[in-house]
């Protein structure tokens, strides 16, 4: 008798997000010494203040998601998801935070590994393209007006300015919500007919807040500020 095979999917996340299946692999916190790191670029960023959900964040720009094992409970740095099977979809929803009391911002982020993922039948669901409007391709070049999902460099619709919250506020160093989730959830293929033995498969997202300087006209000057662009 063949033993059954199993799926399973491994998923954690801090600032950086990393998907897997058949391999544990992490979204690293701002304090990690490997991969790449979410990124301020600017002055007058506020240090978040000591959250007992996310003790190890030190940067005022923050991605985490939410606990699938306790969804209505507080959101979470690392999930595990085991025996993913063929037409599973699971809650896979990072979410972008910007300390209160933070300089007025432009907020990027970085997406790769997705069309890898896809060649393995896993997808990504849920892109909020209304607010993370893709921009720029990975090599550099602009994206066409039709492609808002994938690999790619993205940019939050609006600037971003907490700078109103004074020490006296609540909200004064605590994360807070930049829009929405960029997607809300990922799956593995119902066409698949036999499991694979083990395969690998990385996303990677990576936040970036450029401090809206003076000298910035409109955000493709401050997007030329974070290295990611030419």
């Not at 979410?38 to 003790?55: E, L, N, W």
């Amino acid at each position: 008798m063949k033993k059954k095979r199993v799926l399973t999917l491994v998923l954690a996340c801090m600032l950086v997000a990393a998907l897997s299946v058949g391999a544990t692999l992490a979204y690293l916190s701002s304090t990690s010494s490997t991969v790449t790191n979410s990124f301020t670029v600017g002055t007058g960023y506020v240090d978040p203040d000591p959250d007992p959900d996310h003790p190890d964040t030190e940067q005022a720009i923050l991605v985490d998601e939410t606990d699938i094992t306790n969804p209505n409970g507080p959101r979470v740095l690392e999930n595990e998801y085991q025996d993913l099977l063929p037409g599973d979809e699971r809650i896979k929803d990072p979410q972008v935070y910007l300390t209160g009391g933070s300089v007025e911002s432009y907020v990027f982020v970085k997406v790769t590994g997705i069309e890898a993922a896809e060649n393995e039948n896993i997808y990504v669901d849920g892109w909020n393209d209304a607010q993370w409007i893709k921009v720029y391709n990975l090599d550099g070049t602009e994206a066409a007006e039709d492609d808002t999902t994938g690999d790619g460099i993205y940019r939050y619709y609006s600037v971003v300015n907490y700078s109103d919250y004074t020490e006296e506020d609540e909200e004064y160093g605590k994360y807070i919500m930049v829009g929405a989730p960029i997607f809300t959830g990922i799956g593995y293929s119902g066409e698949v007919e036999e499991l694979p033995e083990q395969f690998e498969s990385k996303i990677q997202i990576q936040a970036c807040a450029v401090q809206n300087a003076q000298s910035f006209t409109e955000w493709t000057d401050a997007i030329a500020t974070t290295g990611w662009v030419d």
